[in-house]
């Protein structure tokens, strides 16, 4: 149904991601990911409840409209309402890092034409499906 290999290639090849759950904490996955996609042309959005800035960049409270991509880095139990949030914002996917799965939230998202990868770590992803690859 979605973690297909284009769909990994075409989230990777967005411009725009809101990281939900980054906070300006160095050694949390969520991060580490900002940080790596930011290194490589990606501009981030932190998404945190105390509208945080994280990288230099300005953090907002929930997904704001023009983001390309939601990475949605909380439990598989807490992802449900981020991918409604994402819908609502008009993203064109979501993403979950390893071992975060909810099969009823990516169901919800491909019937509103997101494209979406569920359990995968975008730093292991490019170098097979990164735009420079």
Known sequence: MHSSA???RKLLAAKTWAF????DTPYRTVYQMAAFLQRNGVKIVPVNPRAEAVLGEEGHTSVPPGVDVVGIYRRSQFVGPHVDEA???????VWTPLDVVDEE????????????VMDH???????AYGPTA
Do not use: H, Y
């Open 6 to 8: 284009d769909d990994i």
């Open 20 to 23: 939900v759950g980054l906070t």
């Open 87 to 93: 819908i609502e914002a008009g993203a064109s996917g």
């Open 105 to 116: 939230a990516a169901g919800r998202a491909v019937d509103a034409g997101l494209t979406v």
């Open 121 to 127: 770590c975008p730093k292991i992803e490019w170098p």
